[in-house]
Structures are given as structure tokens and as C-alpha cells.
């Protein structure tokens, strides 16, 4: 499991909000999940990358992790692995 710093994790909710999504059970809902889980992805200081982007895409958005080093950089895009 990917350990996030809890600043990462906290700012969930103000992604969520920002999305004019006010509650837990909207995001919830598209998730498939209840509004208690998404609370708990919420406010957890572990989570799965996968329990990440399926909540960033739950709000409409696209995940990118961007990966530094000294000399270089890389832009990693995260999709879900479509089903079928």
C-alpha cells in the first residue's frame, strides 16, 4: 500500500469540494461505495493508488503523478484498466 503524506490525503476533501460535490454520499454514489467509505478514504493516511484514482475520476478529474529526479522528469498518466 502507498503511504500518502497526510497533507496529499487531507486535500481530498478539499478536491471533493472544489468539485462542487458537498457531500461524501455524491462521490460516494459514483464510486459505488458508500458515503462511510469515502469518508475513510478521506481521512486515512494510507491508501491504494488505485482507491485514488478511481476517487479523482469519481469527481470528473484525470490523475498524473510526475516523478523527479536531479536531471529528468516523467509524467506518469493513471487510467482505469478497462473492464471486458
Known sequence: ??????????ALRTLRLSQR?????Q???RMGITAAAV????SS?????QALLHYIEA????CEIVVRFPD???SLQ???KKEG
Open 78 to 80: 493513471l487510467k482505469k
Open 1 to 10: 500500500m502507498t503511504k500518502l503524506p497526510r497533507l496529499t490525503v487531507t
Open 45 to 49: 493516511s494510507t491508501m491504494q493508488v
Open 21 to 25: 460535490m458537498q457531500s461524501q454520499a
Open 59 to 62: 469527481l470528473g478529474g484525470e
Open 72 to 74: 529528468r522528469e516523467f
Open 27 to 29: 462521490v460516494g454514489e
Open 39 to 42: 469518508s475513510r478514504m478521506e
